[in-house]
């Protein structure tokens, strides 16, 4: 039997006169940390919705493991909505054991899951406060353990690293990576593209309800046209480059640009050009970078 | 009456447990399987649960009896009573309740002893009649002469005589007394001038002493009626007290379930849940777990309520007064739980809780329009044909029902057949409720408007 999938096929979801889903489908696999990108209002929400069957789908269908999605799958399903939600009056302990529970764990394994996780995330003496009384971040990390406390198959995380400090987008981020390397199924929403870079092997990328790229980083990276970042000594504007044919400069930051290259373009010409322009002391090709997939892919 | 209402929650519970059952029957198929299939790095994962089986411990039984529904109820109670707003209240309410039952028992039981002013002669058949007119409002008079009407007035101010009877033939009295008034002072009044007025009478006819005497003796002839009289029915009092605790109580338990809806639409917390629960399992069990938060604390107060009055010998409960409150107690279970949905699906419409006021005053008019209606009829112990039909409306009949029944103008099966229709309704407006609230549960940003969520119910 091979990896379990779970499958998104052509979601279709309108709201008045307003497109949300329009025929999306893609898969994630077990096993991997899957990013859901795509810029505001592209329907990241509503899919991540469709798939607890939180929006009523015009048409298409979310399948696990080869059959279509049922209630008892959706048990072993752990979410994190974009709106933060937990009771704010109850204790984090008792709250992480009561959704435990409401997964189908006894209360005992409950409460060990839920001292487990926030043990883990670094919240391990909050548990007898109220969720009202943490900080955002704390807040946070008692959300993340929200959706992890039943060990689920697959986890749908809705921007889950957005406001958080580099400690703990490490801190969760590291949860991430070792959930995915134990079998689990995660996908996860963010606008932060250098963060999904290092954190995912895949991403999706979608915009008005549709998918318009997906695949493995290191494929996408590899992909499209050549990347050739040039540093030239006092030269801060890479003006040497522009305006060459087949030329495209991305950007240029710390006195360095970075050249997009059509395919007939000779890097050799390159060379010679910008040791015209002066003294070179940086000349290699690059990696096509997630933030250039993800501009060339809405462009 | 009691064993009716255990009978009647226990089917309840069964019903709503088949019911889920048989729902999720098909969905949870598959649930037994909790492993995943596949891949090496599972024992990682699973390990950190330790048991993703399903409980069996005997401590998780009734969380299990019905289920998903059972723990949100569960959670229900226990938030529900943990705060202590909920406990000052139900003290609040006891206190209340023991000052309705104990004020007037102490009032009572002391014998009122009032002294009355004499200005000049005082025959002894009038100070007879005087004494013996206290003797019938339970109050033991003694007369005390009064040397003039100044002093008789200055005693009357500073509340050393109750009355001063003036040439045995008129009365003054330290303050006006209206023909409404039935406090024990003003009953005193009432009879005493009516004893002043006899003697006048007796003696402007010429009436021999023994005569008068044998007058004074006389007792109001036996009237039979054709039609059967009501055989038992309540204490004004009770009626009211019952009324009014009935009205406290439905409108803080349907407040309850429109806070806790709003509670959970208002923190987003409803996503978290609702990815693992059905929309309907959460509203059935946050209506069941206040619902018997509900009982207990109303069933607390009408125990209290009848223990503490036999305790003390109140006669608040003569008659068919503990009827009347155990049939208060069953309508207040029927009255919520017809209420408890429309007040779901109104939270469940709401964005912030500024909103309120706005949504729930709709609510409120039928719940006025019973209690008023309700108020007037026992008060004035008669019920008008309108007030029948309320009792038979399930918006009105909480209140009217109980009062009719404590009038003892109902028929068993009368009752059976308002409790009837009262849960048949329920059943409707549940289903309507579970719709919208479906519906607007999950929508954020502004509040939902009715004809949004009453045009997609039925889809």
């Keep these: 039997m091979g990896v379990s999938l779970l499958e998104l096929t052509g979601l279709t979801r309108r709201f008045g006169s307003v497109v949300a889903l329009d025929g999306l489908t893609f898969s994630v696999p077990a096993g991997e940390v899957v990013g859901f990108l795509g810029p505001n209002g592209a329907g990241k929400t509503t899919t991540m919705r469709a798939i607890f069957d939180l929006v009523d789908l015009d048409s298409g269908t979310v399948s696990w493991d080869g059959h279509p999605i049922t209630a008892a799958d959706r048990r072993r399903f752990g979410y994190m909505p974009e709106e933060r939600g937990l009771y704010p009056s109850m204790l984090v302990g008792e709250q992480l054991e009561y959704l435990g529970k409401l997964h189908g764990m006894s209360a005992a394994s409950a409460a060990a899951a839920a001292a487990q996780w926030l043990e883990r995330l670094g919240v391990g003496e909050r548990a007898t406060s109220r969720v009202d009384a943490l900080s955002h971040g704390n807040q946070q990390r008692v959300q993340l353990a929200a959706a992890l406390v039943h060990s689920p198959e697959v986890l749908v995380l809705d921007e889950p690293l957005a406001g958080l400090d580099p400690t703990a987008i490490d801190a969760i981020g590291q949860v991430l990576v070792d959930q995915a390397a134990a079998g689990c199924c995660v996908l996860l929403s963010s606008h932060q593209l250098d963060l999904v870079e290092d954190l995912c092997e895949a991403v999706t990328i979608i915009d008005h309800g549709r998918l318009v790229a997906s695949g493995r980083v290191d494929d996408l990276a590899a992909s499209g046209r050549r990347r050739l970042v040039v540093r030239v000594e006092g030269d801060r504007t890479a003006a040497w480059a522009s305006g060459r044919p087949g030329v495209t400069v991305s950007e240029v930051s710390g006195g360095a640009a970075r050249l997009v290259l059509d395919d007939g373009v000779d890097s050799q010409d390159l060379l010679r050009a910008a040791m015209a322009a002066g003294s070179v002391t940086e000349f290699a090709f690059g990696r096509r970078r997630l933030s250039e997939v993800f501009r060339e892919a809405l462009a | 009456m009691t064993r009716a209402l255990v009978l009647l929650g226990v089917v309840a519970l069964a019903a709503l447990r088949i019911w889920f059952r048989r729902r999720s029957r098909g969905a949870r198929g598959r649930g037994a399987s909790w492993r995943r299939s596949g891949s090496p790095g599972q024992s990682a994962a699973s390990g950190q649960s330790g048991a993703r089986f399903r409980p069996t411990g005997p401590r998780d039984l009734f969380e299990r009896a019905i289920g998903d529904v059972g723990l949100v109820a569960a959670r229900e109670i226990r938030e529900r009573t943990r705060g202590r707003t909920f406990r000052f209240g139900t003290v609040l309410i006891l206190a209340a309740v023991a000052a309705a039952i104990v004020i007037p028992v102490v009032r009572s039981t002391k014998p009122g002893a009032e002294r009355i002013g004499v200005v000049g002669a005082m025959p002894a058949s009038l100070r007879g009649a005087v004494v013996a007119a206290g003797a ?109 605790l009935l009205f406290i109580l439905l409108q803080q338990y349907g407040t309850w379930t429109l806070m806790g809806v709003l509670e959970e639409k208002a923190s987003r917390v409803v996503e978290v849940l609702l990815a693992t629960v059905r929309p309907v399992q959460l509203l059935a069990g946050k209506v069941l777990g206040i619902g018997i938060v509900a009982l207990a604390q109303a069933g607390l107060v009408v125990a209290f309520a009848l223990v503490l009055a036999k305790a003390v010998g109140s006669d608040l409960l003569t008659g068919a007064a503990p009827v009347e409150l155990l049939s208060e107690l069953l309508w207040l279970l029927l009255g919520y739980a017809f209420y408890c949905w429309v007040y779901a699906a109104t939270g469940s419409m709401a964005e912030r809780q500024d909103q309120l006021q706005s949504l729930t005053f709709p609510l409120s008019i039928p719940i006025i329009l019973g209690y008023v209606t309700a108020l007037v009829a026992a008060s004035s112990g008669n019920a008008s044909t309108f007030f029948k039909v309320l009792a038979y409306l399930p918006p009105t009949a909480p209140f009217a029902m109980p009062v009719l029944v404590g009038l003892g103008g109902v028929t068993w099966w009368e009752f059976v057949a308002s409790v009837l229709l009262s849960v048949a309704a329920t059943v409707a407006m549940a289903r309507l409720a579970a719709g919208v609230y479906r519906r607007a549960i999950l929508r954020t940003g502004r509040r939902v408007a009715l004809r949004e969520v009453f045009s997609k119910a039925r889809t």
Excluded at chain 2, 197 to 219: N, P, W, Y
């Design chain 2, 136 to 244: 019938s409002v339970r109050t033991r008079v003694t007369v005390a002469p009064e040397p003039d009407l100044t002093a008789a007035k200055r005693d009357l101010r500073t509340g050393a005589i109750a009355l001063a009877i003036v040439d045995a033939r008129t009365i003054v009295t330290a303050k006006a007394v209206t023909s409404s008034d039935t406090s024990a002072g003003a009953a005193l009044e009432r009879t005493i001038a009516n004893a002043v007025s006899l003697h006048l009478a007796f003696e402007a006819a010429g009436i021999t002493a023994v005569q008068a005497a044998a007058l004074a003796r006389s007792t109001p002839a036996r009237v039979t009626s054709l039609a059967p009289a009501p055989t038992h029915s309540a204490a004004r009092p009770t009626s009211l007290y019952g009324l009014i």
